[in-house]
């Protein structure tokens, strides 16, 4: 049984920075792709950063020069490392992990405050 533990979020203001950690847990063989997604009120979920078991990486547009997308492959565990926030930013953040199928996380929520 893999699990998804997530933490990092709060409330910050406008140019902040935050960092969001996923760590993975259980019975685990080979991780392929781990990510970040997000979903503000009354959007859909949309994709924010992935990196693969390799180190490429993927960002949205939004996002881009502004978080960084990391992990740790000893500890099964992904960063989003995210800076120079905006309102717009504000959203629950979820963690996406492949292995035998995608795991999600059951979200951390950021608040940017203007």
């Known amino acids: 049984q893999v699990q998804l533990v997530e933490s990092g979020g709060g409330l910050v203001q406008a140019g902040g920075s935050l960092r969001l950690s996923c760590a993975a847990t259980?019975?685990?063989?080979?991780?392929?792709?781990m990510g970040w997604y997000r979903q503000a009120p009354g959007k859909q979920r949309e994709l924010v950063a992935t990196?693969?078991?390799?180190?490429?990486?993927n960002y949205a547009d939004s996002v881009k020069d502004r978080f960084t997308i990391s992990r740790d492959n000893i500890k099964n565990t992904v960063y989003l490392q995210m800076n120079s926030l905006k309102p717009e930013d504000t959203a629950v953040y979820y963690c996406?992990?492949?292995?035998?199928?995608?795991?999600w996380g059951r979200g951390t929520k950021v608040t940017v405050s203007s």
């Open positions: 990196i693969t078991s390799g180190g490429n990486t």
């Open positions: 996406n992990v492949e292995i035998d199928r995608q795991y």
């Open positions: 259980g019975i685990i063989w080979r991780i392929n792709s």
